[in-house]
T-cell receptor, first 115, second 110 residues
Framework: SAVISQKPSRDICQRGTSLTIQCQVD?????MFWYRQQPGQSLTLIATANQGSEATYESGFVIDKFPISRPNLTFSTLTVSNMSPEDSSIYLC????????????FGPGTRLLVL | EDKVVQSPLSLVVHEGDTVTLNCSYE??????LLWYKQEKKAPTFLFML????IEKKSGRLSSILDKKELFSILNITATQTGDSAVYLC??????????FGTGTRLKVLA
């Protein structure tokens, strides 16, 4: 399994500001994913990040609002830009681990509250 | 449109009860179905199912997939308070494309 860490674990931010969330994996992975989980809802995929190319965004998510970096095979960042209270959510990064049983592993998540 | 539906949305049981959680799906390109347990923030992996009729078992938890009827069930026997969590079902519906259900919130009372 992959060990994934995220920073910060939680934050409270003022509307109009931006927050960058970091995701570090203990092994090299091809794809990293960023999810959002709004209160009481399930996980929604924001984008898929492949090292060396631009992230692929899901419907309803745009690069200007959620810029993503993927500088190497073990690290990615997600920025939540120009935040509003509607961005209050848990943000999770995940990786697809290749092995005997392919599956997704999730980071511990970042709980964001926008005032 | 691909979708994953879980039922019930929430469930309250007493310790020792057996529960069955349901996950049905409609996807155009099914690859696998996964179950996760989410207690605080991060979901933790439970099972991955790819073939019909083959039960996966881990302790008191078991799961099975029916690809003809497009559903899966997650069984928990002899429930404990530590089983209280949201259980998420996800379908891999293409390369790197995972669709999550809304989850079943299980509460086990002592």
């Amino acid at each position: 399994s992959a060990v994934i860490s995220q920073k910060p674990s939680r934050d409270i931010c003022q509307r109009g500001t931006s927050l960058t969330i970091q995701c570090q994996v203990d092994s090299q992975v091809t794809m990293m994913f960023w999810y959002r989980q709004q209160p009481g809802q399930s996980l929604t995929l924001i984008a898929t990040a492949n090292q060396g190319s631009e992230a692929t965004y899901e419907s309803g998510f745009v690069i200007d609002k959620f810029p993503i970096s993927r500088p190497n095979l073990t690290f990615s960042t997600l920025t939540v830009s120009n935040m509003s209270p509607e961005d209050s959510s848990i943000y999770l990064c995940s990786v697809e681990a290749q092995g005997v049983q392919e599956t997704q592993y999730f980071g511990p998540g970042t709980r964001l509250l926008v005032l | 449109e691909d979708k994953v539906v879980q039922s019930p949305l929430s469930l309250v049981v007493h310790e020792g009860d057996t529960v069955t959680l349901n996950c049905s799906y409609e996807v155009t390109n099914f690859r696998s179905l996964l179950w996760y347990k989410q207690e605080k923030k991060a979901p933790t992996f439970l099972f991955m199912l790819t073939s019909s009729g083959i039960e996966k078992k881990s302790g008191r938890l078991s799961s099975i997939l029916d690809k003809k009827e497009l559903f899966s069930i997650l069984n928990i026997t002899a429930t404990q308070t530590g089983d209280s969590a949201v259980y998420l079902c996800a379908v891999e519906a293409g390369t790197y494309k995972y669709i999550f259900g809304t989850g079943t919130r299980l509460k086990v009372l002592a």
